[in-house]
């Protein structure tokens, strides 16, 4: 069972170190902490039937503070059942852990230590804050879209900077929708309703059932559905609103979709513009590529730049414009220029593993700032925080800081800075 082993191991130990080594020079202007939240299942009593994304959450840790790696943390988050191991954010200056599902969030302290059970985005019918919970730069506010199986309805939820709800909007379904990811733009709540839904409480994929985008505003009230071929649906990079149409970047991958075996998908990156009528799908980058980021004071706003990896959940190579495939990388970040049409590639050694990539501003310009990533390095059997320049995203690490343990590859995160 491929995701217990290697890079997806679970740890067993939490795990506490101080004052971390580093090579490179961590920038003096990145204070605060880059955490990362993921599935860390123990004591699986069938590993052929074992669903990656089940089990107890984990958020791993590192504090950064005038140019030190003061501390790195991993600590499992500590509700009942099936913990919260999707995202990790921060709202209304409290630290989060986010699922989906139904599942309601976790509040961590500055330690990571678990503080309990919240309702963070708690709605009168037992909804709470989604694992794609977006914040709006512009406004502060928390936007969620949250499913429940057993539910033919979702709901979007808005909660404000000091984290009341001050909207909710109930969303009509023909059945319980696996609705992990949505858009946001400044106008409009952007959805997808695919063949990956729940048949009872059992998540697949369902032939038959039609795949559909639907369009709201941000306000409430009516849902525009359009129809498109069936596609799986697996994150979004960013959305905006052009005039009469809606850009929407994502990325996408042709069906069926098993959630027993999620790397057997062949995702890329797609752009769809949404007219009152009509969907036009293009695409922006063919090769296997997932986990796509974007400077987050660019959400919901036009935008140039977005960043993507391309790592061993999938498996598949990754080569470079003009390399040949011989000299793929099966890790990589990818930055994309949205505007020129071009992208660049840095990519990681063929037996490290690379996850999800978040963005760290340092100054107004839109690719002002640095990537931060987990990065398992074989040579320590351990991984490193790898810190890139956006800027110079080809050139070497800006600084990588060595943690005591590997990180097992995971899903979401964030870099939260000091206030």
């Known amino acids: 069972m491929k995701y217990l082993e290697g890079p997806f191991a679970p740890l ?19 204070n605060g902490r880059y955490l990362r939240n993921g599935p860390n299942p123990l004591g699986v009593e069938d590993p052929v039937v074992h669903i990656w994304g089940m089990g107890q959450g984990m958020v791993h840790g590192v504090r950064l503070r005038d140019g030190r790696a003061e501390w790195y943390r991993n ?18 200056q409290r630290t989060f852990a986010l699922a989906e599902g139904g599942l309601p969030p976790a509040e961590l302290d500055e330690e990571l230590n678990t503080v309990g059970a919240c309702e963070l985005g708690g709605t009168a019918e037992g909804f709470t804050a989604g694992a794609h919970s977006k914040h709006d730069p512009l406004t502060g506010e928390l936007h969620s879209l949250s499913y429940m199986p057993g539910r033919d309805f979702v709901q979007y939820i808005v909660t404000d900077p000091g984290g009341s709800v001050v909207q909710t909007t109930a969303i009509p379904m023909t059945r319980t929708p696996f609705m992990h990811d949505f858009a946001l733009t400044e106008e409009h709540v952007v959805l997808w309703d695919t063949p990956l839904g729940f048949d009872g409480f059992e998540c697949r994929w369902l032939p038959g059932h039609p795949t559909r985008v639907g369009v709201m505003p941000r306000t409430g009230g009516d849902v525009r559905w359009l129809d498109i071929d069936p596609i799986h649906v697996s994150h979004t990079l960013n959305a905006y609103d052009d005039g009469d149409a809606i850009v929407v970047d994502l990325v996408t991958a042709e069906g069926p979709f098993d959630p027993a075996d999620p790397g057997a998908i062949r995702p890329t990156l797609d752009r769809w513009t949404i007219t009152p009528d009509k969907i036009h799908q293009q695409r922006i980058d063919d090769r296997p590529q997932d986990f796509p980021r974007v400077n987050e004071a660019r959400t919901t706003r ?16 990754f ?7 011989d000299n793929a990388f099966t890790n990589a970040l990818v930055k994309h220029d949205l505007k020129r049409g071009t992208n660049e590639v840095h990519g990681f050694g063929r037996d490290e593993a690379v996850g999800e990539a978040a963005f760290a501003a340092a100054g107004q310009g839109e690719d002002e700032g640095y990537l931060l990533t987990y990065v398992h390095n074989p040579r320590r059997n351990a991984s490193d925080l790898v810190i890139l320049s956006a800027q110079d995203f080809t050139g070497e690490p800006v600084a990588r800081v060595q943690l005591p343990v590997r ?11 000091d206030r």
Do not use: K
């Open 12 to 30: 067993t130990e939490e795990v506490t170190a101080y004052d971390l080594p580093v090579t490179g020079r961590i920038p003096a202007e990145l």
């Open 75 to 92: 600590r499992f988050v500590r509700t009942p059942g099936f913990a919260p191991m999707v995202h990790v954010i921060e709202h209304a």
């Open 302 to 317: 036009p935008y140039r730049y977005g960043y993507s990896a391309a790592t061993a959940l999938y498996g598949i190579p």
């Open 319 to 325: 080569a470079p414009e003009g390399m040949p495939p």
């Open 407 to 417: 990180v097992p590859l995971g899903l979401h995160g964030n870099w939260l800075p």
